[in-house]
């Protein structure tokens, strides 16, 4: 049932408001970090991406932040609406390992209207 | 296009039973992966192929599962005999053959399946 399992993280946020979600990897060889979004009763959807040579990158009124040296990655969402309610994802691969993405257990943001 | 394309999006079935997975990746993309979710788990990666070529596949729980690629354009995943522990959404994806292969996956709608 619903009580049994993983326990998401949880943020809840105003419309209008800012969004940060937080991600930590543990993997110093990753080299390349994804963002995705997963509504209720859908597949995962990619929002942005980040590579290693970088630490910030702006899309559509997202921005994801990656700190190297503490492996941390996070994603801002500006001026949050409520489409944007749902289980967000971050996920890693290493130039070095394979094709392979590593999924974090994910977040769950509630924009309140 | 279309995108990723699942068949069927929602299976019942009762324990023993064969229980065939569909999937039709993006064309032109070299590479396939096929995940389960649940709540216990998350996101688990069970097997992915490149050019029809199964890559990695110890993600894949036990010898009940198994996955083919016959061709580009379509994939498989069996399980049988089903269990009620094999309950959960699986998610085909696909990608195109980039830097190292450090391309993004594009996942499909899933496939829910309950097995009674």
């Known amino acids: 049932g619903e009580s049994v399992g993983l326990h998401l993280p949880t943020l809840s946020v105003q419309e209008g408001d800012n969004s940060i979600i937080n991600c930590a990897y543990s993997?110093?060889?990753?080299?390349?970090f994804i963002w995705y979004k997963q509504e209720s009763g859908k597949g995962p959807q990619f929002i942005i991406d980040?590579?290693?040579?970088?630490d910030k990158r702006q899309g559509q009124r997202v921005t994801v932040l990656l700190n190297k040296t503490v492996k941390h990655l996070s994603l801002q969402i500006a001026a949050t609406q409520p489409g944007d309610s749902a289980v967000y994802f971050c996920?890693?691969?290493?130039?070095?390992?394979?094709?392979?993405?590593?999924f974090g257990k994910g977040t769950k943001l509630t924009v309140n209207p | 296009d279309a995108g990723v394309i699942q068949s069927p999006r929602h299976e019942v079935t009762e324990m023993g039973q064969e229980v065939t997975l569909r999937c039709k990746p993006i064309?032109?993309?070299?590479?396939l992966f096929w995940y389960r979710q649940t709540m216990m788990r998350g996101l688990e990666l069970l097997i992915y192929?490149?050019?029809?070529?199964?890559?990695?596949d110890s993600g894949m729980p036990e010898d009940r599962f198994s996955a083919k690629m016959p061709n580009a354009s379509f994939s498989t995943l069996k399980i049988q005999p089903s269990e009620p522990r094999d309950s959960a959404v699986y998610f085909c994806?696909?990608?195109?053959?980039?830097?190292?292969?450090?391309?993004?996956?594009?996942f499909g709608p899933g496939t829910r399946l309950l097995v009674l």
């Open positions: 994806a696909s990608s195109l053959p980039g830097l190292a292969g450090l391309e993004t996956q594009y």
């Open positions: 993997n110093s060889a990753s080299d390349y």
């Open positions: 980040i590579r290693s040579n970088m």
């Open positions: 996920a890693e691969s290493s130039r070095s390992g394979s094709e392979k993405l590593v």
């Open positions: 064309s032109g993309h070299d590479y």
């Open positions: 192929f490149n050019n029809n070529v199964p890559i990695d």
